[in-house]
């Protein structure tokens, strides 16, 4: 799988694809196992497992973010790196290439935080056919929701409130 050309204007496109094999049964739903402990954000532990690891096509609800400490927490923060909420493998660096006032805009009109290309760590994320945006192992994240500035990645805030993975050591 590499990156592809997009469908529209001929733009190249740095999205990498993926297989539905990502999403196949596992121990947890589509994950190996649940979610962390100890989300970031004050994120709902339960409602990330649901939406993580057992759905497809389902969300937090519209505006759930503004409901936790997101907004607060990364205001003043620069790029924050967003992390898969199962594995804490690095999915997301926001803002990049634009203000976060812009970040925050765009977001607060979808409802969901918006990610674009340049901000998707694509070594751990795919879009599967039909757009869903899925980690490399099996997190559910949302959808590539195209929009006239490009490809526009609408990701549940609870899919990346994780923390980093940790190393063990050697």
């Known amino acids: 799988m590499g990156s592809h050309q997009s469908k529209g204007g ?12 990502i999403m196949r049964r596992k121990e947890h739903g589509s994950c190996s196992t649940g979610v ?7 994120c709902d532990a339960k409602t990330a497992d649901r939406i993580c690891c057992f ?13 936790t400490s997101w907004v607060k927490q990364v205001r003043e ?7 898969d909420s199962v594995a804490g493998t690095p ?14 805009r765009e977001t607060k009109s979808h409802g969901w935080p ?14 599967l056919p039909g757009g869903e945006a899925v980690s490399t192992t099996g997190t559910h994240l949302g959808h590539n929701i195209p929009d ?12 990346i409130a994780g923390r980093p993975q940790t190393k063990s050591p050697s």
């Open 55 to 67: 759905n497809r096509h389902y969300a937090e609800h519209s505006g759930y973010f503004r409901s």
């Open 148 to 159: 006239s500035k490009g490809n526009r990645y609408c990701i549940n805030l609870v899919s």
């Open 114 to 127: 918006s990610f674009r290309d340049e901000e998707v760590v694509w070594e751990n994320v795919r879009i």
């Open 77 to 83: 923060a620069g790029e924050v790196t967003y992390y």
């Open 36 to 42: 962390q402990g100890g989300l970031r954000f004050g």
């Open 91 to 104: 999915l997301f660096v926001a803002p990049r290439g634009r203000s976060f006032d812009t970040f925050l």
């Open 10 to 21: 001929g733009r190249s496109s740095p999205i990498v694809y993926g297989t539905e094999a």
